[in-house]
C-alpha cells in the first residue's frame, strides 16, 4: 500500500487550494464513515452493480476500482477480470477494502493524480466517486491514460438534480445552498468527449429512493460519509425546530411508500481505440 505522503507532493502541485482543502474533507469523511458504510449504501450497492453488468463477463486481464470504497463489490470481480488494484484517496476505506485481500494492490491515491503507470489496465472500474472529485475532467484523463488500448472503462457519477426534493425543502428555510453542487451531465459529457483516443456512451438514470422522514434520509447521507452532500448551513435554526421545518416542507414529496429522495445517475462508458 502506498502512503499518502508519498503522493501529497504530486496532488499538491495541481489543485488549488481549495481544492486540496475539499478533497482532504472528503477523505476525513468517508474515513469516519468506513465502519457505518456498508449498511447505509443501498443506492451505491444497486448502481454499482448496474455498472458492473456494463463490462463483458471475460474472467481475463487487469481491472481498477477507483474510489472502491470498503470493498464489498470486489468477491464479484472474479468474473470479470484475473486479477484487480483497488485506489482510494481514504485510509480508512483503503483498509476495510484490503481486510479481504483480494487485490493484487491497495493504493490509497487522489483519483485526479494516479500514481500507476500507463495503459496497465483492461477495464477501469469507478462507481459514485466522479462526484466527490473537484476536477473531473482530470479525474477522466487518468481513467484514459493507464487503459490499455482496446480496453473498457465504466463509471457511474451523481449529476445535477439527485436530491432536489431535500434541495426544494431547504429554499424553504433560506437561499443558503445546501446541496452539493452536482454537476449537470452535459458537462461531464463534454469534459469526456474531450479526450482524445476514447469512444464514448453516455446513459442517465433516475433512482428513487423512500424514506420514513427527513431525519432517516439525513441519517443516512451521514452514515455513507456524504457529510458534504447536505447540511444546515445558515438556516438560523437549531435542533426541533429546524427538523421540524424542514419535515414540513418536505411533506409534499411523501408517497405511500415514504418520502422520495431521487438520485440523477450518470453511466459513462467509454472504449480506447487500438493502435
Ligand atoms: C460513495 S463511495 C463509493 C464506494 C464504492 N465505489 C461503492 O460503490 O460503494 C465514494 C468513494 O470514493 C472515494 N473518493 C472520493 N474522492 C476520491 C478521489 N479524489 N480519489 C480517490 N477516491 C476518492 C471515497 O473515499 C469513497 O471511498
Redesign the pocket.
Known sequence: MMSSEQIAPVVAEQQAPHETHF?KQ??AS?GKACDSYLAA?RL??Q??RDALALLPEIKQGQLLD????PG??HPEFSKYCSAFTA????EG?LAKASSQQRAMAYVQ????ALPLAAEQFDNVF????LQ??PRPAA?LSEMTRVLAPHGQLIVSTLVQGTLHELQDAFATLDQHPHIHSFLPETALIAAASQLPGISWQFELRSYPLYYPDVQSLARELKA???NQIAGRGQTGLTGKGYWQKLAAAYEKHRTSEGITATYKVLFIRGEKYGR
Not at 87 to 90: A, E, I, Q
Not at 109 to 112: F, I, P, T, W
Open positions: 478533497v472528503v477523505a468517508f449504501a451505491q450497492q448502481v454499482a477507483l474510489g472502491c470504497g464489498w463489490i485506489v482510494d484517496l481514504s476505506m491515491a487522489d483519483a485526479a469507478s462507481s459514485l466517486m466527490w472529485c479525474v455513507l460519509g456524504a
